[in-house]
């Protein structure tokens, strides 16, 4: 079963540009969420789609945006991109929302798309 | 809503064992840790549902104090492979319907 898959792996930008991240779930989940992670903040919660429906959304500001398809494929938009955005961006699919699923089950982590912004 | 852990880092020699804390200020509903070695995606230890169970997975093993809103991890004997960023994870009840993760507590084992 092949794993999470998120790309670009690397990318750099500038500041003020925008950019897109992808991620294919594992076959069947249609669940996926998104974090940041930075140096000494952890894991930061983005947002999670299930169904093509944004289900919960962190606190991040609007330039931060994503979707999901309807082959479960999900992307996210950084816009007017800014030096503190630079961050590994990690995507993570379940078969089902976490609240769904009662509380339990396993997400899958991709190895992420690393952001680098000058 | 981000959980609270400590240690932020510790270092072993192998075959120690280490503690590792995470608490909430919400009522939770479980406790999810995860393991990323460096360079690799986070990978799932194991869950813990309310109602104080504990579980383990290996020489690794977890509790979940409902009523402290706390869970623990144990590293028994710690191996070389031990090494790397430990994160728990909270759903709590107030109706958010994701996980929210601690900043991790970073492992090193030496030989």
């Known amino acids: 079963k092949a794993g999470v898959t998120q790309t670009p792996r690397y990318l750099i930008k500038t500041r003020g540009q925008q950019v897109t991240l992808s991620c294919s779930p594992i076959?069947?989940?249609?669940?996926v969420s998104w974090y940041q992670q930075t140096p000494g903040q952890g894991l930061q919660f983005l947002f999670e789609y299930f169904s093509e429906t944004q289900r919960n959304k962190g606190n991040f500001p609007g330039r931060f945006s994503g979707r999901q398809f309807s082959n479960s494929r999900s992307e996210m938009n950084v816009s007017t991109l800014e030096l503190g955005d630079s961050a590994l961006y990690l995507c993570?699919?379940?078969?089902?929302?976490?609240?769904?699923?009662?509380?339990?089950?396993?997400?899958?982590f991709g190895e992420g798309s690393r952001l680098t912004v000058l | 809503q981000q959980p609270v852990q400590s240690p932020q880092a510790v270092i072993l020699r192998e075959g120690e064992d280490a503690v590792i804390n995470c608490s909430s200020s919400k009522a939770l509903y479980s406790v999810h840790w995860y393991r990323q070695k460096h360079g690799e995606a986070p990978v799932f230890l194991m869950i813990l549902l309310k109602g104080g169970e504990q579980k383990g997975h290996d020489k690794i093993s977890a509790s979940f104090n409902e009523k402290k809103q706390q869970s623990s991890l144990y590293l028994t004997a710690s191996q070389l492979s031990y090494s790397g960023t430990y994160f728990c994870?909270?759903?709590?009840?107030?109706?958010?319907?994701?996980?929210?993760f601690g900043t991790g507590t970073r492992l090193t084992v030496i030989p």
């Open positions: 993570a699919s379940r078969f089902r929302t976490v609240k769904l699923a009662g509380g339990s089950g396993e997400l899958f």
């Open positions: 076959s069947g989940h249609r669940s």
């Open positions: 994870g909270t759903l709590d009840q107030t109706g958010a319907n994701n996980l929210f």
